[in-house]
């Protein structure tokens, strides 16, 4: 587990003065630690959450690969986490990256009542304009907090977890929240390249 610790560190997923525990293979089911700030545990055929607790775990792929100086953070623009959050806009601050923001959303539920009819553009084109804004609020905040950290703001019509699994290809670290429950079991499962982030409310 050597190369899965010296990985983490790389990518910015811990402060090398705070306590780093790493778990041979899936992350244990009970967290109750409270000497580590993160749990580094391998990304293997058959990923599990882990079990509700205080502790950020990062799941590790055994696979060494080189990626793009990225961090991503999925998000629930109408519900943002703040843990999760600030989790990512730190690791983007400590590898001096940009972080790369994604909310994904669906058309209301009275534009898929009108199926088969297709959506107007102009209609479609006044939601994403609403979701991009709900967005943009709740990343205010934390641009104050993190002045110097870059962030792209991305809006996407697909299921959180394509949408995720998608920018994972072009990111060296994925952060998620463990109340997004299925969302994060389906990014797991995918084999992503890139080391992913789960990480309590």
């Not at 580590?36 to 545990?41: D, M, R, S, T």
């Not at 959506?119 to 994403?128: G, K, N, P, Q, S």
């Not at 962030?151 to 952060?175: C, K, N, Q, R, T």
Request: aromatic letters at 6%; glycine letters at 6%; proline letters at 10%.
């Amino acid at each position: 587990m050597e190369f899965t610790t010296r990985k983490a560190a790389f990518h910015g997923t811990s402060d090398p003065r705070l306590p780093l525990k790493v778990a041979q293979g899936p992350p244990p089911s009970d967290q109750a630690d409270g000497e580590a700030e993160l749990i580094v545990a391998g990304l293997d055929r058959s990923p599990r959450l882990p079990a509700p607790g205080t502790t950020p775990v990062v799941f590790v792929p055994w696979a060494p690969r080189r990626l793009p100086d990225t961090v991503t953070v999925g998000l629930d623009a109408r519900d943002p986490d703040g843990g999760v959050l600030r989790f990512a806009f730190e690791a983007a601050r400590l590898r001096g990256v940009r972080l790369h923001a994604v909310h994904a959303w669906a058309l209301p539920a009275r534009a898929a009542a009108r199926s088969p009819l297709p959506v107007l553009e102009e209609d479609r084109a006044e939601w994403e304009d609403q979701e991009v804004q709900l967005l943009s609020d709740a990343l205010r905040p934390w641009r104050g907090k993190y002045p110097d950290v870059d962030v792209l703001e991305d809006v996407l019509l697909f299921e959180p977890s394509d949408a995720l699994i998608h920018a994972a290809e072009s990111s060296g670290l994925l952060v998620l929240g463990l109340h997004t429950g299925d969302t994060a079991q389906d990014v797991l499962e995918a084999a992503v390249r890139c080391p992913v982030a789960v990480v309590p409310s």
